[in-house]
């Protein structure tokens, strides 16, 4: 069993940038894909970025690409998103999860049924 917990969320002004962190125990998570999603209230979840095992693949949802980066150590057994340029339209609760190992690179990477184990969350505000 897993547990991924998120860290590093917080305030920030239009065009700032934070990193936040999601670090796994329990097992590797070194052999999985892993994804990072968001929901503001009153919407739906929103697929953000995910990564490959390797971390040479990486998917963006089209809201953030080009300025949120996601990338991962699997020595420390942790995945980051590192938001730039953000926008308060980045506001939400932001998620880790651990895509299931039978859909390592599946191409429906944006959706959060094949993510078996998720973290609680990290709320990330941007002010205006």
């Known amino acids: 069993q897993v547990q991924l917990v998120e860290s590093g969320g917080g305030l920030v002004q239009t065009g700032g940038s934070l990193r936040v962190s999601c670090a796994a125990s329990?097992?590797?998570?070194?052999?999985?894909?892993m994804g990072w999603f968001r929901q503001a209230p009153n919407k739906e979840r929103e697929f953000v970025a995910c990564?490959?095992?390797?971390?040479?693949?990486?998917n963006y949802g089209a809201s953030v690409k080009g300025r949120f980066i996601i990338s991962r150590d699997n020595a420390a057994n942790t995945v980051y998103l590192q938001m730039n340029s953000l926008k308060p339209e980045d506001t939400a609760v932001y998620y880790c999860?651990?895509?299931?190992?039978?859909?390592?690179?599946?191409?429906?990477?944006?959706?959060?049924?094949?993510?078996?184990?998720w973290g609680q969350g990290t709320q990330v505000t941007v002010s205006s």
């Open positions: 999860a651990k895509r299931s190992s039978a859909f390592t690179y599946s191409g429906r990477y944006y959706d959060p049924a094949i993510y078996d184990s």
């Open positions: 990564i490959s095992p390797s971390g040479t693949i990486t």
């Open positions: 329990g097992r590797t998570v070194s052999s999985n894909s």
